[in-house]
């Protein structure tokens, strides 16, 4: 069975962060095709650009912020978001 996958490697897709991950990534669907986004909190209204396409998901990174989260906060060490300490530091607590 041929699996019909809605999303390309290297496109940009307009598209709102609907749920989060135990991983701390937001969730993105595109036709029902899962696409995860480091860096996305839910409500967010973002540009994705997909880096990876599996059979059954997708990995993106967002390229812009068309609205953020009410639930954002800045950050103030980038360093632990970078190593992976703290994948969600920039979510209110």
């Known amino acids: 069975m041929k699996l019909n996958i809605p999303v390309h490697r290297n496109e940009e897709y ?6 989060l991950t135990y991983e701390g990534n937001g969730v993105v669907k595109i036709d029902d095709f899962p696409v995860f986004v480091p860096n996305a909190l839910p409500g967010e209204e ?18 812009a912020w068309q609205t953020k989260s009410p639930d954002r906060v800045d950050v103030k060490d980038k360093k632990y ?13």
Request: hydrophobic share 50%; glycine share 8%; proline share 5%.
């Open 46 to 63: 973002i540009t994705v650009k997909i880096t990876k396409v599996a059979s059954h998901f997708a990995w993106g990174r967002v390229m």
């Open 14 to 19: 307009p598209a709102m962060v609907v749920d």
């Open 81 to 93: 978001i970078q190593t992976g300490i703290a994948p969600l530091g920039h979510l209110k607590y």
